[in-house]
């Protein structure tokens, strides 16, 4: 009945409850619980069949782990040979915070200029393997860009809806790509709600993040690169910018499957949420030690891709966390832009405001102790500084033209 070459894909688990769907039909959240539907594949059959050496010998974009995404028929990847990012030292701003191991996974040379590009490579694909012709999202503005640009790719029909105050050249992005762009003076939540009504309607697919099963399934290649990179092993210490939380539960998700895979051992790197102080649900849950994430209300920070007051995977991040002794802290917009100027004056890398949050919690870590000096600590810098010409702007002064520059310095 199903093909197991490509994709090792075999159903669909409620995250709450393990009720099983089936993975060949569109689905959205479980019947049961309205959770988020999770991916599971035959691990035991691709044991015996795959190994780290079969990867090492295929081409450097992220269907190299095919057989753990869930694209059954590879004519269905339209894709730009995206992935397999670089990961590189950060030796002087790391000497500075008093972290000599730390590494930077940069995302930014990715499609689109931000790590989006790897769930929408994904979601797009195995969507119009399924049939889906219209999709709609809201969006803080590079999952919308992303998401129209594979659409474009893929032909199908994308709506997106974008609060006013996201990157502006994201809006661009999106129009140009073909989608609909709605813009809404509002939160990723307002956006949600309004995506919702359309959806109700029907004829239109719900691409909302974690409604459908399958980006996150794309953003788990984030922590198959990262574990590949490292020759099959954890780092000490993992931290990501935290918004609806994709990407970690996804990077959990890969470490999860490679044990079952044999591939690694029992080291897990302790997994760090990191949010914004205008908008940390997850950090608040955290602390109170609770599972689910109470929503916040008029939620604000620069770092525009963690601005999201209701994540629906909150359990899902708060539970990775958690089983992997790891924490969730919140940064302040002052302090990660002063980290944006650090990052770029000392390592050259400009890094999206969310991925110097990262940076900026790795130092409040080491400082209170919980990051010690010998740690391996791996940030993500999840898109790329230059998208965001408004909070990196810098002020200079404008000279005659028949200045001397000898004058001017
Ligand atoms: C969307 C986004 C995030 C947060 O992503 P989640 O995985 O949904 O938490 C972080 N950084 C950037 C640049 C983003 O666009
Ligand atoms: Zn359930």
Known sequence: MTDLSFSYLSELRCSKCDERYDADTLQNLSRCCSAPLLAVYDLTALRDELTPADIASRPSNLWRYHELLPVRDPRFVRGFDEGMTPMFGLPRLGEAIGVPRLLVKDEAPLPTGSFKARGAAVGVSRAAELGV?????????????????????????????????????TRSEAALAGASVTLVNGLISDAGRMVGELVGRGGVFDASTLKEPYRVEGKKTMGLEILEQFGWRAPDVIAYPTGG????IGIYKALLELQTLGWIGSKLPRMVAVQAEGCDPIVQAFERGEDEVQAQQDTRTIAFGINVPSPLGGRLVLEAVRATNGTAIAVSDEDLLSYIGRCASMEGLLPCPEGASTMTAVAALRKSGWISESDEVVVLNTGAGNKYADAVAVELPIVQRDASLVDAQ
């Open 133 to 169: 012709r219209r999709l709609a999202m809201p969006t803080n503005g590079n999952a919308g860009a992303a998401w129209a640009a594979y659409c474009a790719r893929s032909g199908i029909e994308a709506t997106v809806v974008m609060p006013t105050d996201a990157p502006t050249i």
């Open 245 to 248: 939380g994709v990407g970690l």
